[in-house]
């Protein structure tokens, strides 16, 4: 975008761009569809926004849209079978490294750090992502004022909270509760995904994905493989496999995942809902936006936002790669081909940092998947 629209077209001034882009990676949202609705709002008024992020949008879409049809009309192929099984380590493997590399972006002093270990910890005990996210803000808005022992404190009684809600989990597990089974069925059943929510979850997805479209992964995965069970956690997996591939935004995962949960109809809400915050955002209340945001303690509550979501989608990628390497039950344990797939995986991306690397790894593992019936 800088290379055409500052360096060849000129339609903005360097400074400028700048500025921009701080303030949209700031932002809830999927900031490469703000930054080009910004754009057509700055050179052609809010119609123009509104032309140029569905220009970047639609072609992407798209193409994840044919993908995910033509692996829904596969159905259960050996080769394509074998070829999703082969790309979900490589996909583990990407999301990992993104959220280690977002946590070394976020954590910038060790109050940050705090937090993002904190949403971490809490995230892997079971904790809602909202209260990690609230807790992150007010911890941080405590921490600009000087009170930063009164943070610690928030987040330390979160997460005691956290761990006795997980140990009471844990024992009701053991004791074979069947009325608690019983009852989970029922909210699940009760929770099969209509396309109101769908769009309440994409909406969700959309509004609160602080630092990078990879932090929608924990609220996605949370409504959808674990409340409504309307995706399997293999096929959370294979629609980051499938984004990973195409020429998209990361966060067009959940037209895939609309597809999985909703056939077609859900793909075009999900799509619709996370992507409508990027544009409400820019075309409505860029201009008031771009005031609120030069007040310094607002800036700090934003921190602690965007490290908080990403110790939550940090302690998500923790379950998605535990789906793909462990298998539960008598005779599960470790996948040691999974595992050592990914290992290579994540060897090799960390060895060569090249932003066409992962993608070509996926293709490679499904197609060799694909050649073996894996």
Not at 11 to 26: C, N, S
Not at 189 to 212: C, D, E, I, V, Y
Not at 236 to 257: E, G, H
Request: charged letters at 15%; one cysteine or more; a positive charge.
């Amino acid at each position: 975008m800088r290379t055409e629209f500052v360096e060849r077209r000129r339609w903005i001034e360097p400074e400028r761009f700048r500025r921009v882009m701080g303030l949209y990676q700031a932002l809830p949202g999927p900031e490469a569809t703000e930054l080009c609705v910004f754009l057509g709002v700055h050179r052609a008024g809010r119609l123009g926004g509104l032309v140029a992020g569905l220009a970047f949008l639609l072609p992407g879409v798209f193409v994840v849209s044919v993908l995910a049809w033509i692996i829904s009309a596969a159905g259960d192929a050996s080769a394509l079978r074998g070829a999703l099984s082969a790309a979900r380590p490589v996909a583990v493997a990407m999301v990992v490294l993104a959220a280690w590399r977002l946590a070394r972006d976020v954590a910038t002093d060790r109050w940050l750090l705090v937090i993002l270990l904190a949403a971490f910890a809490g995230a892997l005990v079971g904790t809602h992502w909202f209260i990690l996210l609230a807790a992150g803000a007010g911890a941080a808005a405590l921490i600009s004022r000087g009170e930063g022992w009164y943070g610690l404190a928030l987040l330390g009684g979160l997460l005691l909270a956290a761990g006795l809600y997980a140990l009471m989990l844990a024992l009701r597990s053991q004791a074979g509760a069947a009325a608690g089974e019983q009852a989970d069925a029922w909210v699940r059943a009760s929770s099969a995904p209509s396309l109101a929510s769908l769009a309440w979850t994409g909406l969700k997805a959309g509004a609160l994905s602080f630092g990078g479209a990879y932090t929608a992964l924990p609220i996605l995965r949370y409504d959808l493989v674990q409340i409504a069970a309307a995706v399997s956690p293999s096929e959370f997996v294979d629609a980051i496999s499938i984004v990973s591939v195409a020429p998209t935004p990361l966060v067009t995962v959940a037209t895939v995942l609309g597809w999985s949960a909703g056939g077609a109809p859900g793909a075009l809400v999900m799509t619709a809902a996370i992507f409508a915050p990027a544009f409400l955002i820019t075309i409505v209340w860029h201009g008031r936006l771009m005031a609120v945001l030069e007040h310094r303690p607002l800036h700090d509550v934003l921190d602690g936002l965007s490290a908080a979501a990403v110790g939550v989608m940090a302690g998500a990628a923790v379950e998605v790669a535990r789906a793909v390497v462990w298998t539960d039950g008598p005779s599960g344990g470790w996948q040691r081909r999974d595992l050592l797939v990914a290992g290579i995986a994540a060897a090799v991306l960390v060895s060569f940092p090249r932003r066409w690397l992962g993608p070509a790894l996926v293709l490679v593992a499904a197609a060799t998947g694909a050649l073996l019936g894996m």
